[in-house]
C-alpha cells in the first residue's frame, strides 16, 4: 500500500521518520493536534509493527538523527534518557539500540543502509564503524554518493533496490550495484 501525505506543512516525510519491516518512528506530535502523517501511519501500521512517537535529541526530526533496519537502531550520544528509555521500551526485542559518540551526529544524512549493508559517511570514526556493523548487522562501506560524503541524504536502499541522486557517477553507480 502506498499513501501519500504529509508532516505538517512539510513533504520531506523522512526527515520525520524511519520506517523498517520491524518498527515505525515517528517524531512527536508537539503541537497537540492530530494531523494527516500521524494518522495515516497509525492506522496503516499500528497493528502490524510497533508504532513510536518520540522525539530524538529531543526534536522532532528523528530520520535526519537517527538510521535504522529490521535489526537495529542508531541513534547519537546525547539523546536523552527519556528518549533512550521509550526507545528501548518499545522496540521490538530483536531489535538492537546502540549509541554513536562523536562529531558526526546526524546519522539518518550519514548512513544509508539496508539488512546486509551500511553505507557510511567517510569521517566515521573506526569506533563507530564497528558500532554500526554490530547493531545493524550489517557489512559496513566507507563511500559517497555523487561525491558527497552525506550518503544518507543522496540514497536510500532496501533489501531490493534503492535510488540515489542523479548526479552519481556511473562508476558509483556500478560499485552500489555490485554492493548490493
Not at 509493527?49 to 538523527?65: A, C, E, H
Request: proline share 3%; aromatic share 6%.
Amino acid at each position: 500500500m502506498t499513501t501519500r501525505c504529509k508532516y505538517h506543512n512539510s513533504s520531506e516525510i523522512g526527515v520525520f521518520s524511519v520506517l523498517t519491516n520491524t518498527y515505525c518512528l515517528i517524531g512527536v506530535d508537539q503541537t497537540g493536534k492530530s494531523d494527516m502523517f500521524h494518522n495515516v501511519l497509525e492506522h496503516d501500521l499500528s497493528d502490524k509493527i510497533p508504532f513510536i512517537q518520540t522525539t530524538i535529541t529531543k526534536t522532532q526530526v528523528i530520520g535526519s538523527m537517527s538510521n535504522g533496519n529490521a535489526k537495529g537502531l542508531l541513534v547519537p550520544s546525547f539523546i536523552s534518557e527519556d528518549e533512550w528509555k521509550i526507545l528501548k521500551e518499545n522496540l521490538p526485542d530483536n531489535v538492537k539500540l546502540g549509541k554513536i559518540d562523536g562529531p558526526i551526529s546526524a546519522l539518518g544524512n550519514c548512513i544509508s543502509s539496508n539488512d546486509s549493508i551500511a553505507l557510511i559517511h567517510p569521517e566515521f570514526s573506526k569506533e563507530n564503524e564497528e558500532i554500526i556493523e554490530n547493531i545493524l548487522g550489517v557489512e559496513v562501506f566507507r563511500t559517497t554518493i555523487a561525491q558527497n560524503a552525506l550518503v544518507g541524504t543522496y540514497s536510500k536502499f532496501n533489501n531490493k533496490g534503492g535510488i540515489v541522486h542523479p548526479a552519481t557517477t556511473l562508476e558509483e553507480y556500478e560499485e552500489l550495484a555490485n554492493l548490493m
